[in-house]
């Protein structure tokens, strides 16, 4: 904290041994003309932190709750903004690789100013031990106001889903792509946007090798992995992606659990009258 606010350290030397030295010592200075504008309330808990003997030495709670935090930090709580998060948030289903790409591509790029206010004020709302992330228990405490005893399952299936690098806790980047209104931000117009940041060639489909373009900068993956993504979302089974597959993948992020089943239910009819197209053809060639 020393550091991000005077730009300098504590302790400093010309030599390993002169710093050592007066590290040893405990001295530093809170005077000099970097600390000139920094405000009284800095200043303490700095001095609190920096306590030379280890039992005078403020707590990481007790520092969490000093004054500076609630004077200078942006603590505003709009319990309406947190709980419609909190619905979105249940709502949350993208379990598709591709579409988790997307959406983070459309929040990214796409979401309105108001958006992410809204977002970061619910966001700090929920983070009682202000860490930057989400516990599993504070997702708790916030659920069990909207679901009472169902909220644990429910918290369960987030984490699950929400918790994209599998960390044990949702941080604001995750929070965001998982809470943000999709029927607002889904148009048409953003989708063919988003359509359109894999579709490299602009051949109108979306291949393995796009995707790859897309996700894989700098990173080693089983080259696999590229043909199971759009085999996903292939539903015709061409070994490519059209805006209308892609379209209907990123839909179910709106969809209500029995939209959902009706639309997995349509997916599968197709899946097996495709199969028994293809019988006849397979028999004769057997025989």
């Avoid at 010309?14 to 010592?25: A, F, H, N, P």
């Avoid at 309406?80 to 929040?107: C, D, E, M, P, Y």
């Avoid at 929920?126 to 644990?152: C, F, H, N, P, W």
């Amino acid at each position: 904290m020393y550091i991000l606010l005077s730009g300098k350290p504590p302790f400093d030397g010309e030599t390993d041994k002169e710093i050592c030295k007066k590290v040893r010592d405990g001295k530093y200075s809170l005077v000099t003309e970097e600390w000139h504008e920094i405000s009284e309330e800095a200043k303490d808990l700095v001095k609190k932190l920096m306590a030379f003997d280890p039992n005078k030495r403020i707590s990481c709670s007790d520092a969490l709750s000093h004054p500076w935090f609630s004077t200078h930090i942006n603590t505003e709580n709009n319990t309406n903004n947190t709980l419609s998060a909190l619905n979105n948030l249940k709502g949350f289903r993208a379990t598709k690789k591709l579409q988790q790409a997307a959406i983070t591509f459309i929040v990214s790029q796409l979401a309105s100013k108001e958006q992410m206010d809204e977002l970061q004020l619910a966001f700090k709302a929920l983070d009682i031990s202000k860490t930057g992330v989400l516990s599993k228990e504070e997702l708790l405490i916030g659920y069990r106001q909207l679901m009472g005893d169902l909220a644990e399952a429910e918290v369960d299936r987030i984490m699950e889903i929400a918790d994209a690098d599998k960390s044990g806790s949702i941080d604001y980047s995750e929070w965001v792509v998982a809470t943000i209104n999709k029927a607002q931000l889904l148009s048409d117009e953003k989708l063919k946007q988003a359509f359109q940041l894999f579709d490299r060639d602009g051949g109108g489909t979306i291949s393995s090798t796009e995707v790859k373009e897309v996700l894989g900068v700098g990173k080693a993956f089983d080259e696999k992995i590229w043909d199971e993504i759009i085999g996903e979302v292939d539903i015709d089974g061409d070994g490519e992606i059209s805006y209308e597959e892609f379209k209907l993948m990123m839909s179910k992020l709106l969809c209500e659990d029995d939209d959902m089943e009706e639309i997995e239910e349509m997916q599968g009819l197709k899946d097996e009258e495709e199969e028994e197209d293809t019988l006849p053809d397979q028999i004769t060639k057997d025989l």
